[in-house]
């Protein structure tokens, strides 16, 4: 999916600035911090709608749990290098924390754009929610759906 159709999508979904776009501070470091290179995907997000919401919910579908679940807001700069500081010893270190859902749980994703999700409070590590951030972000959606056979 192109980072064109992508934009149209997130804006068609409404997303909202919380704060300036790291397009002015390009994420390099970032990059520093993770020692890795972000992938491009990532780097348009970030560049593009770092530190965004959603005003009225954005939903993606949680395969490990059979339902949908509200992304929350797009971390800006700051949140995501407290993210990985506050994280550091839990995290593997190729994940980039990239939105809250508001109840500090995390969506990162990794070095080759797959989407995982942490969970605060379980000693667990993350888990894999879409192999591609292309495809986790084309799939967005405002309107919760009901789990299946509820």
Do not use: C
């Amino acid at each position: 999916m192109s980072h064109d159709t992508l934009e149209r999508h997130l804006l068609d979904l409404g997303i909202q600035p919380t704060g300036p776009s790291l397009r002015a501070t390009p994420p390099e470091d970032i990059e520093q911090r993770t020692g890795q290179a972000l992938p491009d995907a990532l780097r348009w997000l970030f560049t593009r709608f770092g530190g965004s919401r959603f005003p009225e919910g954005a939903f993606y579908f949680d395969r490990r749990y059979g339902q949908d679940v509200m992304i929350g807001w797009l971390l800006d700069r700051d949140e995501i290098l407290d993210a990985l500081d506050t994280w550091e010893d839990v995290l593997p270190a190729n994940l980039v924390p990239i939105a809250n859902d508001g109840g500090d749980n995390l969506l990162l994703v990794d070095g080759e754009g797959a989407v995982w999700f942490h969970q605060h409070d379980k000693a667990e590590p993350p888990y894999l929610v879409d192999e591609s951030l292309e495809h986790f972000l084309g799939s967005l959606h405002r309107e919760q759906q009901e789990p299946a056979g509820g």
